[in-house]
Nanobody, 119 residues
């Protein structure tokens, strides 16, 4: 199993930046795909980005391409989401997620961290 906890949410003005961190614990982290999702009030959960266990094949939702960057550091058991050029519509609870390399669905989820972008 993998346990996840997010850090780094907060309040930022439009055009600013934040970096989210996702600390993972467990014995299968090196074989896990990491993902970031977000959910705004009254809206469905939305995929943001993902990255493979080896750090390759980053994938982004169209809404964040060119602005957000996902990365991971296996030595620190941590995944990151660097968010630049933030917009008010990026306001949401951001959730870290993980799935086994051999599985199609995300099996593990963090508690979420609030990101609020003011205009």
């Amino acid at each position: 199993q993998v346990q996840l906890v997010e850090f780094g949410g907060g309040l930022v003005q439009a055009g600013g930046s934040l970096r989210l961190s996702c600390a993972a614990s467990g014995r299968t982290f090196s074989s896990v795909v990491m993902g970031w999702f977000r959910q705004a009030p009254g809206k469905e959960r939305e995929f943001v980005a993902s990255i493979s266990w080896g750090g390759g094949s980053p994938y982004y939702a169209d809404s964040v391409k060119g602005r957000f960057t996902i990365s991971r550091d296996n030595d620190k058991n941590t995944a990151y989401l660097q968010m630049n050029s933030l917009k008010p519509e990026d306001t949401a609870v951001y959730l870290c997620a993980a799935r086994a390399l051999t599985e199609a669905s995300y099996n593990y989820w963090g508690q979420g961290t609030q990101v609020t972008v003011s205009s």
